[in-house]
């Protein structure tokens, strides 16, 4: 079983950054396609960005584009999701997933993943 296990939230302020990490265990990380997705109180889950198995491409949502950038080292099993120029729209909780056999966009922008961490909580406020 795949274990996934977020950190690096908090709270930050509007213009603020934030870096995301993942960690993934159990398993050799170069064989998955990692995502991260968000999900605030009433909205539906929301596939941010996601990376190929060997990190050379990316997808991420238009609402994000140009400000977060995810990132992966396979030698440390981590992903990272790096946060810039956070808006308060940002404010949700964060997960990182983990699946086979997909492409980037199919993962963000229908299925999700087999894995999932628990979550961190980001929050932007003044």
């Known amino acids: 079983q795949l274990q996934l296990v977020e950190s690096g939230g908090g709270l930050a302020q509007p213009g603020g950054s934030l870096r995301l990490s993942c960690v993934v265990s159990r398993f050799t990380l170069n064989v998955y396609t990692i995502g991260w997705f968000r999900q605030a109180p009433g909205k539906e889950r929301e596939g941010v960005s996601c990376i190929s198995s060997s990190g050379g491409s990316t997808y991420s949502a238009d609402s994000v584009k140009g400000r977060f950038t995810i990132s992966r080292d396979n030698a440390k099993n981590t992903v990272y999701l790096q946060m810039n120029s956070l808006k308060p729209e940002d404010t949700a909780v964060y997960y990182c997933?983990?699946?086979?056999?997909?492409?980037?966009?199919?993962?963000?922008?229908?299925?999700?993943?087999?894995?999932w961490g628990q979550g961190t909580q980001v929050t932007v406020s003044s």
């Open positions: 997933a983990a699946r086979r056999f997909t492409t980037i966009q199919a993962m963000c922008q229908m299925t999700g993943g087999d894995y």
